[in-house]
């Protein structure tokens, strides 16, 4: 995509978290996705729910800020985490980090979410969402125990954040968005169905049999 498109589609991603009730009461969130080999646009932090194609910034893959300006000094914190994953995993197109609602009361819980909910096989989750123990946001306490994550589980497209949020990662800003409230919805429904009971493993075969289907039928996610 050119750059005047990843913009578009930041902005997109930021509707589509602010309509599905992804952001906290402060309608705070951040966005990247990459630009090229070594930048990625990012968000200059503050509100995002009213996002435009200009509120973003050029940043280097060494947390340099290449073009634009930051709202806050506190976002380099934000630029380190989003760098490292970028870093860390090449086929990563877009990061978002949240607060939302029900993914976080697994972090603060200190909670994997199961892997319960058939559409997330969609995105690639095999496996439940972790979570990373607490540290200060963009610490490198906190940012190494996410890159640790992104490495040694090579499929998993999301950590938890004790005490904090949820940190989502895929192809591009759309498609993170949409993990992003996938998982948000499958937390809810945990949280829902435990008071049932408990929620219910998937058949030992859902992944296999999902993805045969996804490769049948030509779906990306």
Not at 17 to 26: D, T, V
Not at 73 to 92: K, L
Not at 131 to 146: E, L, M, Q, T
């Amino acid at each position: 995509m050119s750059e005047n498109q990843t913009r578009q589609q930041i902005v997109q991603a930021a509707h589509l978290l602010a309509q599905s009730g992804m952001l906290f009461r402060g309608e705070h969130a951040n966005l990247s996705a990459r630009l090229d080999e070594q930048h990625i646009l990012m968000t200059r932090g503050g509100s995002i729910a009213n996002l435009r194609p200009d509120d973003l910034s050029v940043v280097d893959l060494r947390g340099h800020l290449a073009s634009g300006e930051l709202m806050d000094p506190t976002m380099q914190e934000v630029i380190t985490m989003h760098t490292r994953v970028y870093n860390a995993r090449a086929n990563v197109g877009a990061v978002i980090h949240t607060h939302a609602p029900h993914a976080t009361v697994f972090a603060v819980a200190h909670q994997p979410i199961p892997l319960v909910y058939e559409p997330l096989l969609r995105f690639g989750v095999t496996e439940a969402i972790p979570v990373v123990p607490w540290a200060p946001r963009g610490s490198d306490k906190s940012v190494n125990a996410i890159v640790d994550v992104v490495k040694d589980h090579p499929g998993l497209p999301a950590v938890l954040m004790a005490n904090h949020g949820v940190l989502v990662f895929h192809q591009d800003p759309i498609s993170t968005a949409r993990l992003l409230a996938t998982l948000d919805e499958a937390a809810e429904l945990v949280i829902q169905a435990n008071a049932l009971g408990h929620a219910q493993a998937l058949p030992q075969q859902a992944i296999n049999e999902v993805r045969e289907r996804m490769v049948a039928f030509g779906s990306r996610t």
